[in-house]
């Protein structure tokens, strides 16, 4: 059985297979050189649902946020609609990834938890992806 840690590494392999950089940043962009800010991602998770104890194999939902900074520049509208067409071509490219959907915890992804949304923040506008990951684990003792 896999972890959440193998999903969010098929994720990151995809991601920055279709030009995404990974932040250095886990929980925000603030310390992110502005030189390294565009396109630059980072990955939040957190479990929603944990059911199903049978044989030592638990039904688990996380939800995987990613965020992902965009430089705005004096343009800020044609960043903000590039970053609607990713924000699509992610959730494509995610949802049909054999990396991910051949992973032995046979992980589920569906964009469905809550509404993608980008906002701005001073020279930056971070577009917001929230995807719901149902995958089975094994909490069989080691």
């Known amino acids: 059985m896999g972890s ?5 590494t ?4 995809r991601l920055t297979a279709l030009g995404f ?13 502005t030189s390294k ?8 998770t957190r479990m929603i649902e944990n059911t199903g104890q049978m044989f030592q194999l638990m039904n688990t939902i ?32 995610l949802i049909n990834a054999a990396g991910i959907s051949g992973l032995s ?6 964009m469905d938890q809550e509404a993608s949304q ?3 923040l001073t020279n930056y506008i971070i577009s917001r992806l929230v995807f719901a990951v149902d995958y089975v684990r094994d909490v069989s003792p080691s």
């Open 37 to 44: 800010i565009d396109n630059a991602y980072r990955i939040e």
């Open 105 to 110: 915890s046979d992980p589920l992804l569906t």
């Open 21 to 33: 950089i990974i932040s250095d940043e886990v929980f925000d962009f603030d310390s992110e050189p």
């Open 118 to 120: 980008t906002k701005e």
């Open 4 to 8: 959440i840690k193998d999903i969010i």
């Open 62 to 93: 996380d939800e995987v946020t990613i965020y992902i900074a965009y430089k705005a520049g004096r343009n800020r509208r044609t960043v903000w609609k590039s970053a609607l067409d990713d924000r699509e071509t992610i959730e494509v490219d």
């Open 10 to 13: 098929a994720i990151e392999v």
